[in-house]
């Protein structure tokens, strides 16, 4: 059998369209969804007809699936609301209105946050009905000074002993503009079920993001890109009580240094 590799990342281009056509035609839907199934025919997407747009409509629809991954991008530099404080870069995973639709399975008929549900869908791969309940995930893409993370210079990420979880805790990095793993690197994450994960007198763990390893530091790091920039989550498996009283608190990521890479910049 031929492998086959399966992409999920976004088209920002005319393909987008392409591949929305195939979903509509191959997957079942529900009652709620005819709103946008229905306004999907306006632009040739119909159950069991062909999607053949002519050639100023190919240009049209490239022209604002464009202006759509821009529109979608500026929302989520600007930020989710931060999680552990008011300053945190630590942040919600998606904005609360809409983790409180998803729990509720979109049964409110006054709250529907269609932008919201949009933005986090270009940067989640999964939706979670009951997030919160038996994990918690946080998403951080900038640094304690508040700069993007750029793979071309080395991080530290100090996690305080005794986190309040009974499972385990673990932090990947994403690439910042497909937000999918990073690509060619050896390894996408550090979680606390790895034995040999070196620990400070205190009990923290100090885990490095670069594309070069801190010397000795080589079980602690997770490898970037130094090319691209990248983005954190953090993910804490049955979290305890103290978590979502934030009596224990996730600092933000500090740079502790540049390494080679064209990134590599002050």
């Known amino acids: 059998m031929k492998d086959v590799d399966f992409d999920s990342t976004i088209r920002y281009n005319a393909s987008f369209f392409e591949h929305l056509d195939r979903i509509v035609q191959e997957e079942p839907w529900i009652g709620?969804?005819?709103?946008?199934?229905?306004?999907?025919?306006?632009?040739?997407?119909?159950?069991?007809?062909?999607?053949?747009?002519?050639?100023?409509?190919?240009?049209?629809?490239?022209?604002?699936?464009?202006?759509?991954?821009?529109?979608?991008?500026?929302?989520?530099?600007?930020?989710?609301?931060?999680?552990?404080?008011?300053?945190?870069?630590?942040?919600?995973?998606?904005?609360?209105?809409?983790?409180?639709?998803?729990?509720?399975?979109?049964?409110?008929?006054?709250?529907?946050?269609?932008?919201?549900?949009?933005?986090?869908?270009?940067?989640?791969?999964?939706?979670?009905?009951?997030?919160?309940?038996?994990?918690?995930?946080?998403?951080?893409?900038?640094?304690?000074?508040?700069?993007?993370?750029?793979g071309g210079k080395t991080y530290r990420l100090n996690v305080p002993p005794n986190v309040p979880v009974d499972q385990y805790w673990s932090v990947t990095a994403y690439d910042r503009q497909t937000h999918a793993l990073i690509k060619n690197v050896s390894r996408a994450s550090r979680s606390s079920q790895i034995p040999e994960l070196q620990k400070n007198s205190d009990g923290s763990i100090d885990i490095y993001f670069g594309s070069t390893a801190p010397a000795g530091k080589e079980t602690n790091w997770v490898p970037t890109d130094p090319v691209r920039k990248f983005e954190l989550m953090a993910r804490f498996y049955a979290p305890k009580k103290e978590f979502f009283e934030k009596k224990w608190v996730l600092p933000d990521v500090e740079k502790v240094g540049a390494t080679l890479g064209s990134g590599a910049r002050q």
């Open 32 to 150: 709620r969804d005819r709103a946008m199934i229905d306004q999907l025919k306006s632009l040739g997407i119909e159950k069991g007809k062909p999607f053949k747009p002519d050639d100023a409509t190919k240009a049209l629809l490239a022209s604002a699936v464009r202006e759509a991954g821009a529109v979608l991008e500026a929302r989520y530099d600007a930020g989710l609301p931060p999680y552990f404080s008011s300053t945190s870069r630590w942040t919600f995973p998606a904005p609360p209105d809409l983790i409180k639709a998803a729990q509720d399975g979109y049964a409110d008929p006054d709250l529907y946050p269609v932008d919201h549900r949009g933005m986090a869908y270009s940067y989640a791969y999964i939706g979670l009905k009951r997030l919160g309940a038996g994990q918690f995930y946080s998403i951080s893409i900038r640094d304690r000074d508040g700069d993007a993370f750029d």
